[in-house]
């Protein structure tokens, strides 16, 4: 094969764009066009490329179940695959995406819904899409401390967004939204919004596209923003360049015919690909693959840099727009992946100011911890049994998972801390007074500058202290004893004969092997199977903590399982525990269920073969480091204003050690 652009192409991107890119590359081209739909069609018409020479395939736009077939397909021949299209967290393997993931872009967007909580008290916001295969593009997002309502918009050729508008303006009362809808139909939203009254500065409108810079989004039915009848929606959007006149997928387009080109020229094409089934792999496109990963190439787009083992563009730089006061898009910041941060301020007015950014080091901050009863709230917190001679003093005395992320992130950020147990020994719920206990109450009195545990993000107690982003993600589960079957013990089996008739086998060398079959076969049997189960009997009592997030969640629970369990626990009081340990003696003892988040549920079912998880997860969640809100603190060490100044710089430390799997080496230690 000799070393000409010889790529297969999906027919639904530009292919007179594709051809104006390629008319004046060297080597000269030769492309070869597949169509993905119908999509029983895609595998052959791929196939017919390969077979007239193609080595590499850009895939299609149009259909993401073509996109999977065909990114099989090109994998298993072994093509040098290429997209342009955002990467789904179901992403196949082998696949270079030059586009940024959903995450990337979710980052600025949690970034800017986060400053509007923090200026206007409200952590309310709707999402609206109109392809339910999209909602895993908004799946991160769903994993922090905000109440999202979820509002589907109509499909393709239904362009009468009014209903939904008016869902979220009246029923939901929600003026803050985010907007994940194909670039060509956002105009149409835009302008019906205006007709309801909804392009007033009350209202905010986030849209989830790289294109909406480009679209006429300033005037009624796209008029000149000179036009008397000129609107202005208070619009925030995204953009991977500048000037944003060009489809992103034409920019991305362009930087992956580039990579081809640049590998072609570096490494050459050698063998041939084939869809052949008796015909092996072929070698040569994984090589490729990986060449063109560590290029490291200044597209049109930013610098080309990749995961190895995703094959997912990493260090984003990504360009914030708004509407200014003429209607106009104009770009107000920038957001920086690799430092995940904003280099410029954004106010929530969209006017941008230079960012002030804040800094731990040097600072000694006073931070709260959990313990109970014996001094263990295992694998967490716990304190340190010291050696034989050995004194232990100050933050020594305390071991565990939150400790050694405490030291990491002190490590990153420079800064000392103290560390002190929270004396009510909770974690914090509201009291029937109003004031919250616990490591919550702590922060809100200006006590700790950091609450360091299994402390559970809530909606309730954002309302009242911020959290970082989650450090773990976890639910709800069931921890109870094994049960044993009786009938299938050893006992059982050596009834049938006498001691005597035994004793002969056993001195005839055959009964070990007997033996350790039946006790390699004891059944292990469980009463109940699921948390509906145990709702509906009354001989297992069960229970939870008896101040925290779970409790409060089976308190406030509407779903009809959870609360006959919630009535079932608050009429025996003495079903409630006052720490976890006390919990799992209990469980251990028998004929008790507890009821405990699948953390500590899963370190303690390691540890003990008696033990066992029923079910799965009752809900989802996560553990987050709490801070103070500015307005709360009355002796205020570190003079913060509204909501904390250290949450991001906290945060971003906690992602860069997830992104070096620090933190699941640490779980697993």
Known sequence: MTNVLSPAVSSDVDLDAVRIFTSHLKPSSLL???????????????????????????????????????????????????????????????????????????????????????????????????????????QYLLTYPIQAYLVKLPDKGNDDFKPALKHVSIKLGVPQMVIYLSPSRIPSLIRQADTMNMCTSHYHYILASLDAPSLPLHSRENQSDTHSDAYTCNITTFSLYSPHDSKTELVLLWDVITMIVETVERVGVHGEPSCDEHIDEWEHGE??????????????????????????????????????????MEQISEWSGSEGRFIMNISTHGHSTQKKKKTLENHTLSVTVYLVGLGREEPFVMKRTPKDGEILEGNDRY?????????????????????????????GIREASGKWNGMVGELQSGEADLAVASLTISYSRTAVIDFTVPYMHLGISILFRRTENESSSLSTFLAPLSPTVWLSVFLAYLTTSIVISCLSNRRMASPIENADDLSKQTKIKFGTLGRGSTMTFFNESRVDTYERMWKMMNSAPGLFVESSAEGIARVRSGDYAYLMESSMLEYAVERDCRLVQIGGLLDQKGYGIGLPKGGNRQRSKINPTRGSPYREPISTAILQLQEKTLLTELKVK
């Open 399 to 427: 071991e565990g998972y939150c400790i050694d992320l405490l030291k990491m992130i002190s490590n990153i950020l420079k800064f000392d801390y103290i560390l002190y147990e929270v004396p009510d020994r909770a974690y």
């Open 287 to 328: 090589k490729m693959t990986e060449y063109a990963e560590q290029l490291h190439l200044s597209g049109v787009s930013g610098l080309l840099l990749f995961d190895s083992r995703t094959g997912q563009r990493v260090n984003d730089t990504i360009r914030v727009w708004t509407t200014s006061s003429n209607g106009r």
């Open 32 to 138: 070869h066009f597949f169509h993905p739909l119908p999509v029983y069609n895609s595998t052959e018409s791929l196939c017919s490329c390969v077979s007239s020479g193609a080595f590499a395939a850009i895939l299609p736009f149009s259909s993401w179940t073509s996109h999977l077939i065909l990114s099989s397909l090109a994998n298993k021949i072994g093509l040098f695959t290429l997209s342009v299209t955002p990467p789904r967290p179901s992403r196949l393997p082998s696949v270079t995406s030059l586009h940024p993931s959903q995450s990337a872009l979710s980052q600025p967007i949690l970034a800017l819904l986060t400053q509007y909580f923090n200026a206007s008290g409200n952590a309310e916001v709707a999402i609206l899409y109109d392809n339910p295969e999209d909602t895993e593009f908004f």
